[in-house]
Nanobody
Framework: QVQLEESGGGLVQPGGSLRLSCAVSGMLFSANAMGWYRQAPGKQRELVAYIMSDTTTTYANSVKGRFTISRDNAKNTVYLQMNNLKPEDTALYYC?????WGQGTQVTVSS
């Protein structure tokens, strides 16, 4: 059974940083692409960043230059380093592999 467990969310002031983690179990992690998505209240879920098995990355325009996705295949974990956070980054952040989703971790950016 595949499980995804996100962590690292919280409340941060504008301009601050957070690092999200998603630990994956029950699958061959290194062979799979991983994605981070987010959903703000009243909005559709959107792609934030994506990392392929060969570490090729893709970012939403709204986070380019501020967020970095990475993976540690030895730890079966994907990360999202978020810098210079803005209030509009407030959302529930999910990791995804194939059609499977984690439970989400809340990020709130507010002064």
């Amino acid at each position: 059974q595949v499980q995804l467990e996100e962590s690292g969310g919280g409340l941060v002031q504008p301009g601050g940083s957070l690092r999200l983690s998603c630990a994956v179990s029950g699958m061959l992690f290194s062979a799979n692409a991983m994605g981070w998505y987010r959903q703000a209240p009243g909005k559709q879920r959107e792609l934030v960043a994506y990392i392929m098995s060969d570490t090729t990355t893709t970012y939403a325009n709204s986070v380019k230059g501020r967020f970095t996705i990475s993976r540690d295949n030895a730890k079966n974990t994907v990360y999202l380093q978020m810098n210079n956070l803005k209030p509009e980054d407030t959302a529930l952040y999910y990791c995804r592999v194939s059609s499977l989703w984690g439970q989400g971790t809340q990020v709130t950016v507010s002064s």
